[in-house]
């Protein structure tokens, strides 16, 4: 590269860094650059002061009323040092009650922000811990019981980033919003009057809130240019109940490099990378060539997710690269990932997660009727309840309520673990701390996808549906996908979460969890 293009180029993304986080459009003629939310890192002080605020924000024509964390949409990404103690003060400015959740850390319960750590309207609350896991990419989010899926549609959610030595030492891609590049993508819907049009009724409580229109970081397909070499995406699927389905538009490899917990031992290359709603990916695209390409999310066989325009392929992102050459490098070994332990004689603990048959029922008719027969994902309405009839347990009054319109009918308590529906007072059973156990998940007979995630722990996969797990899916996980079979987790917990603050384990498809596939437990 000659001198001056060095210095050209050099420039330019000097100055499109310095540029207002959210608000840059420098190097995007086309379309929105891609907002980079503000590396956050704790003062003097080891203190972060987290504002939970409502403001407005413009998706295209579109100006709606939204909420979130520093500014009024999303959030910052918090940078943590394993080993390194931090006090985050949080102010919630909003008019209702929330929580603020600590998604994929290794926390004590006092401080995870489960739907008991309310921080109520108007109040405060400041949480200190000390993160000792693995360098990872984990994320913020409400957990206010029975309206964690308003409160992340509103716009309520944030990343965080854990380093380590490990990953200090690995010359991956680490220039933040440059070559190293938060993706956190999240569908919405919009009512007539422009606003984000969130509803729980009894089709979002079956099938879950699902959106029109794909937002990248806020933004309604932006662009990126980066320096050409080793791009470094860190992928967060943010929506309440879309799962996703990632590959490049040109077909380029996805070189895996790290899932919810942190670093695999060496990288997985895949041409589509499948995202359950929570789950963060880390991936490495190399863009040596030149040549500028969309990431995508390719069509999903789910219950209400084939409508349109999520029936075709929908951008993520442009990546545009620069003359300018990147640093990172895409290492042939990353970490060490212990292998597993015995896995005799450990504690086994089942969970069947369900339905009513009642919402079943009628919550398909209603998709059916409103989004046609193309909504069903190729299943008939008919097929959908046989197995779901012997877990929900409906008796003649509730065949009475479906005749008659299901008025009264509570879907506020219809998901379920082991047929009891979310009881904020009373954990289901007690984890005894350091000691391994294995979970088996089960949602045979309910034929909708749950993507099952525990509080307080990275786990490891033992079984997916049956199946042995991929190899991107085989490190340390919060997040296993459960979808009409059986699902295995060995799982550890190192911290107390007494009753008051008891970890959660739920279905993290938003509405599901907000309409009782939850349960607490103590360590």
Not at 116 to 138: L, M
Not at 245 to 266: C, F, H, Q, T
Not at 289 to 297: A, E, N, R, S, V
Request: hydrophobic share 40%; net charge negative; aromatic share 8%.
């Amino acid at each position: 590269m000659q001198r001056r293009d060095f210095l050209k180029y050099s420039a330019v993304i000097g100055a499109f860094s310095a540029l207002p986080l959210w608000s840059r459009s420098v190097l995007a003629a086309e379309r929105p650059a891609l907002p980079i939310p503000e590396l956050l890192t704790a003062d003097a002080r080891n203190r972060i002061r987290l504002i939970v605020q409502a403001g407005k924000s413009t998706f295209g024509e579109i100006t709606a009323q939204t909420w979130g964390y520093n500014g009024s949409l999303l959030g910052p990404a918090i940078r943590l040092r394993q080993g390194k103690a931090v006090s985050v003060d949080i102010h919630n400015t909003l008019a209702e009650e929330t929580t603020v959740h600590w998604h994929g850390l290794e926390v004590p319960g006092a401080v995870d922000g489960g739907p008991q750590g309310v921080i109520k309207a108007g109040e405060s609350r400041s949480v200190t811990f000390t993160p000792t896991q693995r360098a990872a990419t984990c994320w913020f989010h409400p957990h206010q019981h029975g309206k964690t899926g308003h409160q992340v549609a509103m716009g309520l959610a944030g990343l965080v980033l854990i380093e380590d030595d490990d990953s200090r030492q690995l010359r991956l891609p680490q220039q933040w919003g440059i070559d190293d590049v938060p993706v956190i993508m999240q569908d919405k819907r919009f009512t007539a009057s422009g606003e984000i049009g969130y509803q729980l009724d009894i089709m979002t409580a079956a099938v879950g809130w699902f959106g029109d229109t794909l937002l990248t970081n806020g933004a309604r397909y932006p662009q990126h240019s980066a320096p050409r070499g080793w791009l470094r995406l860190r992928l967060l699927n943010g929506c309440n109940a879309r799962s996703l389905n990632i590959a490049a538009s040109d077909k380029r490899p996805l070189y895996v490099i790290a899932s919810d917990g942190g670093l695999l031992a060496e990288p997985v290359k895949v041409t589509e990378l499948p995202m359950l709603m929570g789950e963060r990916f880390e991936v490495l695209v190399d863009t040596r060539d030149g040549k500028p390409f969309d990431l995508l999310t390719l069509p999903v066989d789910q219950m209400g997710m084939t409508v349109a325009p999520f029936d075709q392929p929908q951008p993520v992102l442009r990546v545009q690269p620069l003359r300018i050459a990147a640093s990172g490098t895409l290492p042939d070994a990353l970490v060490n990932v212990p292998a597993l332990p015995a896995l005799d004689n450990l504690t086994q603990r089942k969970f069947q997660l369900s339905m009513d048959p009642m919402l079943d029922m009628m919550g398909m008719q209603a998709l059916q009727e409103k989004y046609g027969a193309q909504a069903m994902s190729g299943r008939a309405h008919g097929d959908m309840n046989h197995g779901s009839m012997n877990h929900g347990g409906m008796n003649h009054d509730g065949m009475a309520g479906m005749q008659h319109g299901g008025h009264g009918f509570d879907f506020h308590n219809a998901n379920r673990i082991n047929g009891k529906a979310f009881d904020m007072t009373t954990p289901l059973f007690a984890a005894q701390k350091g000691q391994f156990e294995r979970w088996v998940i089960s949602g045979e007979g309910d034929m909708m996808l749950h993507p099952f995630h525990i509080h307080g722990t990275q786990f490891r996969i033992l079984s997916e549906n049956g199946r042995p797990p991929a190899a991107h899916r085989s490190g340390w996980k919060d997040t296993v996908n459960v979808d009409g079979g059986v699902s295995e987790v060995l799982v550890r917990f190192d911290h107390d979460a007494p009753k008051e603050f008891a970890y959660m384990a739920h279905c993290h498809l938003l509405e599901h969890e907000d309409t009782g596939m939850m349960m607490g437990f103590t360590v």
